[in-house]
């Protein structure tokens, strides 16, 4: 019986926001993001020929069989039967875990999707009897996440990541991301994101819903040459340690999304009146303090708190007594820029 496939993929912080798609998963403009360190799902994937021509799949989440996780499996399998001929004759039994809370608002499909992403590279890896070179397999991995789940593409590699193609960056491509060519200025090390829980509840607008909004808005072509802009400018300055310039193009690129998604037609606030008292709460403590601290935001109303690592102490306790009041039960997550996905076996 061949030894199971065990990835652990995290989950990643868009800086420059993906909102808006085109074609099978094509991104409007191209994104950067940092990877996280413990937002992680660990995913078994056991495998054992069954015979026939067909593949079978079970799948369970935290230990439990998951009907909804598994037909949205299946069906990614059934879309890419052409890639993945690899897979005829298979029993495929998936196991997968999340190391964040379900209930903290956290997006799961970029870290489940990478991570599945990378399980279905090894086993086509070990199918076919030899692995191609590691750029090669994480760049199908990669393209493999994206057509999956979009931003879990950029899950596959550790620190900073650029998505969609972008003159700043030689080789990048929408089909899939590839990580920052460039190393990282030493501001950027162990950059911290705690992520201040707001609300834990489900997202009240799905990610396809989401990019659909953007089809026909009509600051659309704006906002996708604005991205274009920032991220010319962010790989220059995640370079340079211009600190000043990330947090203004960080903050931006949070509020444009949101901005987006309220004039929408139909239109969503995802911000809370708490997401906005820690904004207005953080920026008082920036000025006061010169602490480079910015935010970032997804598509919900959590907050992450990016700030170096050298700040973590004063930063850790201004969060304790000023913003866990703000969060739902006092919740926060601690995290930071991680090394990317490990292959614990296979
Ligand atoms: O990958 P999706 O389809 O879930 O979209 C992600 C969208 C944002 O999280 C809001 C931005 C991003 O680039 O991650």
């Known amino acids: 019986m061949p030894q199971p496939i065990v990835w652990q993929c995290p989950s990643n912080i868009a800086l420059v926001k993906y909102w808006g798609k085109h074609g099978v998963q094509l991104p409007q403009n191209p994104s950067v993001s940092f990877t996280l360190q413990q937002a992680c799902t660990q995913m078994e994937l ?100 994206r057509l999956a789940s979009g931003s879990a593409c950029r899950s596959v590699y550790g620190g900073a990541t650029v998505w969609g193609s972008t003159p700043a960056v030689p080789g990048s491509s929408d089909e899939f991301a590839v990580p920052l060519p460039t190393a990282l200025h030493p501001e950027f090390a162990d950059y911290h994101d705690t992520i201040l829980i707001v609300s834990g509840a489900e997202k009240s607008v799905s990610s396809r819903a989401g990019h659909a909004l953007m089809q026909g808005h009509p600051y659309a072509q704006v906002r996708y040459q604005q991205a274009r802009t920032h991220t010319t400018t962010l790989v220059e300055v995640l370079a340079n340690g211009d600190l000043a310039t990330f947090i203004e193009i960080v903050e931006n690129e949070a509020l444009t999304l949101h901005g987006l998604m309220m004039n929408s037609s139909p239109s969503f606030t995802l911000m809370q009146p708490n997401t906005l008292a820690i904004i207005a709460r953080l920026r008082a403590y920036r000025q006061a303090t010169g602490i480079p601290v910015c935010f970032t935001l997804d598509a919900g109303p959590n907050v992450h708190l990016l700030y170096p690592a050298a700040h973590e102490a004063p930063v850790m306790a201004w969060v304790r007594d000023q913003l866990a009041p703000l969060c739902e039960n006092g919740r926060y997550l601690p995290d930071q820029l991680g090394a990317g996905p490990i292959l614990t076996n296979g």
């Open 46 to 145: 056991r495998y054992t020929p069954n015979g026939g021509p067909a593949w079978t799949l079970n799948f369970w989440f935290e230990d439990q069989p998951n009907e909804k996780f598994r037909e949205k499996i299946a069906q990614f399998l059934r879309s890419q039967a052409p890639e993945m001929p690899f897979l005829a004759g298979l029993d495929l039994q998936i196991r997968s875990r999340n190391t964040f809370p379900h209930s903290a608002g956290i997006a799961s499909s970029a870290s489940s999707m990478g991570a599945l992403a990378l399980c279905l590279s090894t086993l086509a890896s070990q199918v076919a009897g030899h692995a191609p070179a590691p750029a090669e397999f994480y760049r199908q991995a990669s393209r493999w996440a």
